[in-house]
């Protein structure tokens, strides 16, 4: 079972937040967990699991997450790997029926100010 955060937030069902992805270290703050706080104006509030069709997407709409960026520390990301997304790219993902799987315990309640929980629910895990 995943970790659960220690900074009190809330998960979309109401409980405590547990860790989206530790391989590879995700969140705005890298610390595997999808919080926010100040400075993330993207806020990567949706805990997603990958696929190739969203990755090619995600490209297609500007944010490239597969390509290595070893400048940054970062290997880019595989269809199966766990990651913090944009709230606002996962709607629009889904609005273009292209969006990921979700792991509702470790998505921020945050998230329920611009998609629904029944949307949610639908790509729930």
């Given at each position: 079972?995943?970790?659960?955060?220690?900074?009190?937030?809330?998960?979309?069902?109401?409980?405590?937040?547990?860790?989206?992805?530790?391989?590879?270290?995700?969140?705005?703050?890298?610390?595997?967990?999808?919080?926010?706080?100040?400075?993330?104006?993207?806020?990567?509030?949706?805990?997603?699991?990958?696929?190739?069709?969203f990755?090619?997407?995600?490209?297609?709409r500007?944010?490239?997450?597969?390509?290595?960026?070893?400048?940054?520390?970062?290997?880019?990301l595989?269809?199966?790997?766990?990651?913090?997304?944009?709230?606002?790219?996962?709607?629009?993902?889904?609005?273009?029926d292209?969006?990921?799987?979700?792991?509702?315990?470790?998505?921020?309640?945050?998230?329920?100010?611009?998609?629904?929980l029944?949307?949610?629910?639908?790509?729930?895990l």
């Amino acid at each position: 079972m995943p970790a659960v955060t220690t900074t009190g937030a809330k998960n979309v069902l109401g409980t405590p937040m547990q860790s989206c992805s530790t391989k590879p270290l995700t969140g705005f703050f890298r610390t595997g967990c999808c919080d926010t706080g100040p400075g993330d104006v993207g806020l990567h509030l949706v805990c997603a699991v990958m696929t190739d069709e969203f990755l090619a997407f995600s490209k297609m709409r500007g944010n490239d997450l597969s390509t290595p960026k070893p400048e940054w520390g970062f290997a880019g990301l595989k269809s199966g790997d766990r990651w913090c997304l944009c709230v606002t790219r996962w709607k629009e993902a889904f609005e273009a029926d292209m969006a990921p799987k979700v792991i509702l315990e470790s998505t921020h309640i945050s998230s329920l100010e611009f998609v629904s929980l029944e949307e949610l629910k639908t790509h729930a895990l």
